[in-house]
Antibody, heavy 121, light 112 residues
Framework: EVQLVESGGGLVQPGGSLRLSCRAS????????MNWVRQAPGKGLEWVSY????????YYTDSVKGRFSISRDNAKNSLYLQLYSLRAEDTAVYYC??????????????WGQGTLVTVSS | QSVLTQPPSASGTPGQRVNISCSGG????????VNWYQQLPGTAPKLLIY???QRPSGVPDRFSGSKSGTSASLAISGLQSEDEADYYC?????????????FGGGTKLTVL
């Protein structure tokens, strides 16, 4: 059974940092591209970042460029998102999501349960 | 404001057919497959349709997707009370500023 389990969320002050983790199981993690998607309270889904299976290709949404850093450790079946210089508008549930196994982007077929990041003084 | 445009709400009675639209542009829906997600209250999104009209294993065939040009549509037939949820469309965007996933703002489906 495919499972994605996020951790690392919590309450942080504006300007602070946090590291989110996503532990994968039930599939060959090193073969899949991964993403982080967030959802602010009561709002819709917002894509945050993408990383290829080998970490050779990385993308970010404009609002987090220079502040967030995505990475993965295929030996540990884990995906990470390092959050720096956090702002109130970064408050959201952060989901890790696996891409459909394909040569082109076709969808995100498995999602974790999410981890809540709250940025507040 | 979301890159993909969806109606904020939709409704239907049990047994009815409901359609949810999703409008985009040439760099996203016009160039790449559309996918749809269902999000029940308090839960993570679930992939409902990928590659425009493909259903993952376990998704009932009451759910179907279609795409034409820069627009897409999700159809739910034989509406059931458990279909009450938020629905999001998404597509990869080949933006010159950097490729990325884009989502619609979501459609809240109410089963009357």
């Amino acid at each position: 059974e495919v499972q994605l389990v996020e951790s690392g969320g919590g309450l942080v002050q504006p300007g602070g940092s946090l590291r989110l983790s996503c532990r994968a199981s039930g599939f060959t993690f090193r073969s899949y591209e991964m993403n982080w998607v967030r959802q602010a309270p009561g709002k819709g889904l917002e894509w945050v970042s993408y990383i290829s299976s080998t970490s050779s290709v990385i993308y970010y949404t404009d609002s987090v460029k220079g502040r967030f850093s995505i990475s993965r450790d295929n030996a540990k079946n884990s995906l990470y998102l390092q959050l720096y210089s956090l702002r109130a508008e970064d408050t959201a549930v952060y989901y890790c999501a696996r891409e459909v196994f394909s040569s082109s982007p076709q969808g995100l077929d498995y999602w974790g349960q999410g981890t809540l990041v709250t940025v507040s003084s | 404001q979301s890159v993909l445009t969806q109606p904020p709400s939709a409704s239907g009675t049990p047994g009815q057919r409901v359609n949810i639209s999703c409008s985009g542009g040439s760099s996203n829906i016009g160039s790449n497959p559309v996918n749809w997600y269902q999000q029940l209250p308090g839960t993570a999104p679930k992939l409902l349709i990928y590659n425009n009209n493909q259903r993952p294993s376990g998704v009932p065939d009451r759910f179907s997707g279609s795409k034409s040009g820069t627009s897409a549509s999700l159809a739910i037939s034989g509406l059931q009370s458990e279909d009450e949820a938020d629905y999001y469309c998404a597509a990869w965007d080949d933006s010159l500023n950097g490729p990325h996933w884009v989502f619609g703002g979501g459609t809240k489906l109410t089963v009357l």
